[in-house]
């Protein structure tokens, strides 16, 4: 598979997803992961989390020079969550906080895992972006005005 089909693919899965059309985003990643290597899917993770941090642009703008993106996990105490969701979320906030090595570690980490837990990593993060994307798209543009109320 080309790269640029490759990358055409995820942003329908992306589509499919944000669209609660499930079964045909989960059937194009693993039309996406049949035709790829590790390297291969490595990249298509980092294209999932910078649509995620598009997004949080979108909603928030860029942060200052010092700023770091931070997203948020339910409470431990409310119960464990599959390690795929902590894993989604730590590659999420390591890639749009430029931290390319810890999304390495974290990316080997997961696909040495067996095949149902990597794919659940992977599923993870396209859920967390597709949320993103979906917020994105209710929320008003960080950089638009809003018009001022009419004074009557």
Do not use: K
Not at 12 to 40: F, K, P, T
Not at 95 to 124: K, W
């Amino acid at each position: 598979m080309e790269t640029t089909r490759r990358a055409q693919l995820v942003m329908d899965v992306l589509r499919h997803a944000a669209a609660a059309d499930h079964d045909e985003a989960m059937r194009l990643m693993g039309e996406i992961a049949q035709a790829s290597d590790g390297n291969q899917m490595y990249g298509v993770c980092c294209g999932l989390a910078e649509a995620g941090r598009q997004a949080l642009v979108r909603m928030y703008g860029h942060p200052s020079r010092e700023g770091l993106w931070a997203l948020t996990a339910p409470d431990p105490a409310d119960g464990l969550r599959h390690p795929a969701h902590t894993f989604a979320l730590r590659f999420i906030t390591a890639f749009i906080n430029g931290d390319l090595p810890t999304c390495q570690a974290l990316y080997m980490t997961a696909a040495r895992a067996s095949a149902e837990d990597y794919a659940h990593s992977v599923t993870a993060i396209v859920g967390y972006v597709a949320r993103l994307a979906q917020i994105a798209l209710e929320e008003p543009a960080a950089d638009v005005e809003t018009a001022a109320a009419h004074p009557h």
